[in-house]
């Protein structure tokens, strides 16, 4: 589903703009990613191993953490566009706590 960007759409970040009537959307596509209780609901959500995040992972998480850590990210449902909305490294049980939330 496709929504519009348009004047009255403000920018959240560099990827998600908010429409008055509280919509989310894509800033480069225009796709509905949400609403403004999860502005990332219907994102494309991956996640894979930390070490997939690059050279910057280099400690084994194991020394810390009793589970396994994560590399978590966030696409643009767009099959078009797809772009990266968010990065977060977690661990693997970690719900979806540090989704955008906007009130
Ligand atoms: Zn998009």
């Given at each position: 589903m496709m929504g519009t960007l348009d004047d009255a759409a403000r920018r959240v970040d560099d990827n998600v703009s908010l429409k008055l009537d509280g919509t989310s959307l894509?800033?480069?596509?225009?796709?509905v990613l949400g609403?403004?209780?999860?502005?990332?609901?219907?994102a494309h959500w991956r996640t894979q191993?930390?070490?997939?995040?690059?050279?910057?992972?280099?400690?084994?998480?194991s020394q810390f953490v009793n589970e396994p850590v994560r590399l978590r990210q966030a696409f643009c449902p767009n099959p078009d566009c797809l772009t990266l909305l968010l990065t977060e490294i977690i661990t693997?049980?970690?719900?979806?706590?540090?989704a955008k939330a906007l009130k």
């Open positions: 894509c800033s480069h596509c225009g796709a609403d403004s209780s999860d502005v990332l609901r219907a191993p930390a070490a997939q995040a690059g050279p910057c992972i280099r400690v084994d998480a693997a049980t970690e719900p979806h706590l540090r």
